[in-house]
Every structure is written in structure tokens, then in C-alpha cells.
């Protein structure tokens, strides 16, 4: 069994900075990649950030140099700082994690966590 377990999110102004947090826990062999996608009311669920084990990172355009990835392998987190908030990053953050399960069938998973919502509002 797999958690994935998103925390760190609110309200905030503005050009505020907040950063979420996810953690991964359970049967995990090693984890291939986590990473943030949101959510916003009415539209589909986009990719913010990724993070593989490899360390290759992949941004969305639309915070590119406002918001940042970064890990802690040993607690199997990854976090995503955001600064320079706007309005339109309003949404619901979700945390996924792609997870070697079954080392002898080579078996990888994909995790969701629930989700935590980020509204920027003055």
C-alpha cells in the first residue's frame, strides 16, 4: 500500500510565496518521479512541475521562475516553492508519485494524492 499525502497549501496575496509539501510512504521499492499538477475550476488538470530520480525536472511555461521543485530522497518528499503568487494560480494542487512496487516484475505504479487548494486572492 501507497500514500501520497499533499500539506502546505491556503490562502495568500498576491506576489505572497507558499510552499507545499508531498511525502510518499508505504510499500515503495524506490520512486521513479513525483511531481505537481493543479487543477483550476473549469479547466483541466495541468502539470506544474516533475522530478525524476534522475534529476531531470520538467516546468510548465506558466510558472517558470516563480515556482521550484526540489526533493528530499530520504523522506521521499518533494516540495514546490512558489513565489510571486498570482490570481491565476489559484487551483487545487495535486501530488503524483510514480512507484517501483514489485522489484521482480519490474512493476511501477502512479499515486495521486487527495489534493490541496491554493487560492490567491487580495
Known amino acids: 500500500q501507497v500514500q501520497v499525502v499533499e500539506f502546505g497549501g491556503g490562502l495568500v496575496q498576491p506576489g505572497g510565496s507558499l510552499r507545499l509539501s508531498c511525502a510518499a510512504s508505504g510499500s515503495i521499492l524506490s520512486i521513479n518521479a513525483m511531481g505537481w499538477y493543479r487543477q483550476a475550476p473549469g479547466k483541466q488538470r495541468e502539470l506544474v512541475a516533475t522530478f525524476t530520480s534522475y534529476g531531470t525536472t520538467n516546468i510548465a511555461d506558466s510558472v517558470k521562475g516563480r515556482f521550484t521543485i526540489s526533493r528530499d530522497n530520504a523522506k521521499n518528499t518533494v516540495y514546490l516553492q512558489m513565489n510571486s503568487l498570482k490570481p491565476e494560480d489559484t487551483a487545487v494542487y495535486y501530488c503524483?508519485?510514480?512507484?517501483?512496487?514489485?522489484?521482480?516484475?519490474?512493476?511501477?505504479?502512479?499515486?495521486w494524492g487527495k489534493g490541496t487548494l491554493v487560492t490567491v486572492s487580495s
Open positions: 503524483k508519485a510514480n512507484v517501483l512496487v514489485d522489484q521482480a516484475y519490474r512493476r511501477s505504479m502512479d499515486y
